[in-house]
């Protein structure tokens, strides 16, 4: 199981922000916010930039129609693309040029990430506004930060099988942030699952009381895909879809 509500590269380049995103179908054709109608027409005529903005209307066409989602996770999908077209992009593209890429080049990759993105944000607010036992998308927090994120979906309900997709991030400075991924699954015993690492060895349990999950790690957990430091344990809190 290796779907993460984020890629990895997403996390390894953009874990200190907060990474929104979304636009209407009509805007999506149009030129993109934060540069000029010039500078699109410009880039655009690039083949690399043209690829990535076609491929990123296309996944968000395809969400809009097959997504699953209800009226009300509709909305919250676009608000956040309007967000990522309104600071996200340019703070991406932003990143990409102080590492030393042309402005075609930093916006070309936002606008392919972006898309490789999207899908994960919509699972994200599929679980938000479909919590059903344990499945939901659960949030940890330390110190006021958001450090930890578990998607838990449930893969054969009547059997109690639940896969889980776990990311954690450690933050050492605002410009060293580690990150972690963590996937798994298995049954729901009274509202525990003991999950083996698939990347390491050891175990993971999942406690689930309520909006509550509790997680634990054995002490031979060495999953291969954690940062140095960085824990999927602690406290998650189920979240439910934003107001908007």
């Given at each position: 199981m290796?779907?993460?509500?984020?890629?990895?590269?997403?996390?390894?380049?953009?874990?200190?922000?907060?990474?929104?995103?979304a636009?209407c179908?009509?805007?999506?054709?149009?030129?993109?916010?934060?540069?000029?109608?010039?500078?699109?027409?410009?880039?655009v005529?690039?083949?690399d930039?043209?690829?990535s903005?076609?491929?990123?209307?296309?996944?968000?066409?395809?969400?809009?129609?097959e997504?699953?989602?209800?009226?009300?996770?509709?909305?919250?999908?676009?608000?956040d693309?309007?967000?990522w077209?309104?600071k996200?992009?340019?703070?991406?593209a932003k990143?990409?040029?102080?590492g030393?890429?042309?402005?075609?080049?930093?916006?070309?990759?936002?606008?392919?990430?972006?898309?490789?993105?999207?899908p994960?944000?919509?699972?994200?607010?599929?679980?938000?506004?479909?919590?059903?036992?344990?499945?939901?998308y659960y949030?940890?927090?330390?110190?006021?930060?958001?450090?930890g994120?578990?998607?838990?979906r449930w893969?054969d309900?009547?059997?109690?099988?639940?896969s889980v997709?776990?990311?954690?991030?450690?933050?050492?400075?605002?410009?060293?942030?580690?990150?972690?991924?963590?996937?798994?699954?298995?049954?729901?015993?009274?509202?525990?699952?003991?999950?083996?690492?698939?990347?390491?060895?050891?175990s993971?349990t999942?406690?689930f009381k309520?909006?509550?999950?509790q997680?634990?790690?054995?002490?031979d957990?060495?999953?291969?895909s954690?940062g140095?430091?960085?824990?999927?344990?602690?406290?998650?809190v189920?979240q439910?879809?934003p107001?908007?």
């Amino acid at each position: 199981m290796t779907n993460m509500v984020r890629s990895s590269r997403l996390l390894g380049l953009f874990a200190a922000f907060a990474v929104c995103s979304a636009l209407c179908l009509g805007a999506l054709a149009g030129p993109a916010a934060g540069l000029s109608d010039a500078e699109y027409r410009e880039m655009v005529e690039d083949p690399d930039f043209a690829k990535s903005d076609k491929r990123l209307n296309e996944v968000w066409s395809g969400l809009l129609k097959e997504g699953g989602l209800s009226k009300a996770g509709i909305r919250v999908l676009k608000a956040d693309q309007a967000q990522w077209v309104r600071k996200g992009r340019d703070t991406q593209a932003k990143i990409l040029m102080e590492g030393g890429s042309t402005a075609l080049e930093a916006y070309t990759a936002a606008t392919r990430l972006r898309a490789d993105e999207l899908p994960g944000i919509a699972r994200r607010i599929f679980l938000q506004d479909r919590p059903d036992g344990p499945q939901g998308y659960y949030v940890r927090r330390e110190n006021g930060r958001e450090t930890g994120w578990l998607s838990v979906r449930w893969t054969d309900k009547k059997a109690g099988e639940v896969s889980v997709d776990a990311e954690a991030i450690l933050v050492l400075r605002p410009d060293n942030v580690r990150s972690g991924l963590w996937s798994g699954g298995g049954a729901v015993q009274k509202g525990v699952l003991k999950a083996p690492d698939e990347e390491g060895e050891g175990s993971a349990t999942f406690t689930f009381k309520g909006d509550r999950v509790q997680v634990a790690t054995s002490s031979d957990f060495a999953s291969g895909s954690m940062g140095m430091g960085v824990t999927i344990e602690g406290t998650y809190v189920r979240q439910g879809l934003p107001k908007l």
